[in-house]
């Protein structure tokens, strides 16, 4: 699993040497922002979904019922955090011109995730390679 966590996370640092990376969902979360700040994740669903991550056209595309797609302006970050966990962030515009951010973790532990991160809700996928 770590040598899967090493090939995505430098594949995602050298974006022209790969075109597209294939990863397949797992699991599913979902937190609102209210007055009082965001909500606690929701429990876990099932989830079965394809995620492209095109470099060559700056495009992340997951395969949901509700189309998402998301085109790559600018990485805002990139590089361990202080759990060790690897980070690359960045800011996209959705299919509807809406501007979020979007963060995948390569966690310490093995697992991977993508957060998509509006102002109002933000979801979580785990993920793994295909």
């Not at 361990?80 to 299919?95: A, G, H, K, M, V």
């Not at 963060?103 to 390679?129: E, L």
């Given at each position: ?49 394809l ?28 590089g ?16 509807d ?34």
């Open positions: 699993m770590k040598k899967f966590l090493v090939f995505l996370f430098v594949t995602i640092a050298v974006a022209a040497s790969a075109q597209v990376v294939n990863l397949r969902t797992i699991k599913f979360y979902t937190s609102e922002k209210t007055s009082y700040g965001w909500t606690n994740w929701s429990n876990p669903e099932y989830s079965n979904m995620v492209q991550i095109d470099f060559a056209n700056d495009l992340v595309y997951i395969e949901s019922p509700i189309r998402q797609l998301y085109k790559i302006v600018t990485i805002t970050k990139q361990y955090d202080n759990d060790c966990n690897y980070i690359t962030e960045f800011r996209f515009y959705d299919q011109g809406d501007m979020g951010t979007m963060r995948i973790v390569g966690r310490r532990d093995g697992r991977s995730q993508i957060y998509i991160i509006f102002g109002n809700v933000r979801w979580c996928y785990d993920v793994m390679k295909l």
